[in-house]
């Protein structure tokens, strides 16, 4: 009867532990949620109202440390930035489109503590307002993120040349 009981508490101890292992978000998965929000709240789709617009333009922010660094020079988005003056680049930015769409691939984050760093490719899609312009490109990117009061903040994004002419 003894045997039984700790046989049966030993197997409760282990079917916890594989369950906690599949079903708790690691660190990675926490990594890859940061862009997947990035690109959910810079997407837009057509129609989308100015309350909506600005709530997600505001929601940007909060996924950015304190200091974030920018080096996209071909693009004039070089320096670093506040939290607040992402959220305005991003609110000036979205305004100019009807329809904007961001995603990220391949993302594999390497973390260190409480640093991680992705190399992955964006591509942006955005349909002009009040015009037939489409602007398209795609292009690989390196980026840091700290873990900031348990959370992953962006904190630096680079282009990384694939090739040169």
Not at 115 to 134: I, L
């Amino acid at each position: 009867m003894n045997k039984k009981i700790i046989i049966a508490v030993f197997l409760l101890a282990a079917a916890a532990a594989v369950a906690w292992f599949f079903i708790a978000p690691n660190e990675k998965a926490k990594v890859k949620k940061q862009f997947a929000s990035l690109s959910d709240l810079v997407s837009k789709e057509k129609g989308e109202t100015n309350i909506s617009m600005a709530l997600r333009a505001n929601s940007i922010g909060n996924l950015f440390d304190d200091k974030c660094s920018f080096d996209f020079a071909k693009h004039d988005m070089e320096g670093i930035y506040t939290p607040e003056e992402i959220t305005s680049h991003a609110a000036r930015g979205r305004a100019m489109f009807s329809k904007i769409s961001l995603k990220f691939y391949d993302i594999n984050p390497e973390i260190e503590n409480d640093n991680a760093m992705v190399d992955t490719t964006v591509r942006f899609y955005g349909e002009m307002k009040n015009s037939s312009k489409v602007y398209e490109d795609t292009r690989e990117i390196q980026c840091k993120l700290k873990k900031v009061e348990g959370k992953w903040k962006f904190s630096e994004f680079k282009v990384v040349e694939v090739l040169k002419k």
